[in-house]
Antibody
């Protein structure tokens, strides 16, 4: 059974940093692109970033470029999202997802990031 | 690419059929269009990818169609548990993954 478990969310002040983690199990982690998707309270879904199987390619939505960094450790079956220079607009539930034929086939339960003073 | 979903809200009765629309601002190469269902307090669930292929475990009451810029999610024989927000998403092409704004389906 595919499982994705996010952690690392919490309350942070504007300008601060946070590192999200996603532990994967139930599939060959090193064979799949991984993604982060977020959802602001009461709003729709927004894709944030993705990373290729071997970590050699990474892509970001424009609003986080230069502030967020996605990475992965295939030995630990984990993907990470380092978030720096956070703003109130980054407040959201952050989901870790696994690609399935390009779409987001599997989702974690999400972790809430609140940016507030 | 911008995806526009309509209607914003749809209210129907059990047993009826629902038609949800997703229009892209430009043609989607390879029909790389997915549909997701999200219930309150839950993560989204993939229903359809490649515009018309049901994901694993999705009942055949859910079907996707369309190509180019116009796509449709059809749900037949509505059940109360189909109440949710439905999102379309385009994928492919330099990791571009835009979502539509969602359609809220209410079953009363």
């Amino acid at each position: 059974e595919v499982q994705l478990v996010e952690s690392g969310g919490g309350l942070v002040q504007p300008g601060g940093s946070l590192r999200l983690s996603c532990a994967a199990s139930g599939f060959t982690f090193s064979s799949y692109w991984m993604n982060w998707v977020r959802q602001a309270p009461g709003k729709g879904l927004e894709w944030v970033a993705d990373i290729k199987e071997d970590g050699s390619e990474k892509y970001y939505v424009d609003s986080v470029k230069g502030r967020f960094t996605i990475s992965r450790d295939n030995a630990k079956n984990s993907v990470y999202l380092q978030m720096d220079r956070l703003t109130v607009e980054d407040t959201a539930v952050y989901y870790c997802t696994r690609g399935t034929s390009g779409a987001q086939g599997y989702w974690g339960q999400g972790t809430l990031v609140t940016v507030s003073s | 690419i911008v995806l526009t979903q309509s209607p914003g809200t749809l209210s129907l009765s059990p047993g009826e059929g629902a038609t949800l629309s997703c229009r892209a601002s430009q043609s989607l190469a390879g029909n790389y269009l997915a549909w997701y269902q999200q219930k309150p307090g839950q993560a989204p669930r993939l229903l359809i990818n490649g515009a018309s292929s049901r994901a694993t475990g999705i009942p055949d009451r859910f079907s996707g169609s369309g190509s180019g810029t116009d796509f449709t999610l059809t749900i037949s024989r509505l059940e109360p548990e189909d109440s949710a927000v439905y999102y379309c998403q385009q994928y492919g092409g330099s990791s571009s993954f835009a979502f539509g704004q969602g359609t809220k389906l209410e079953i009363k």
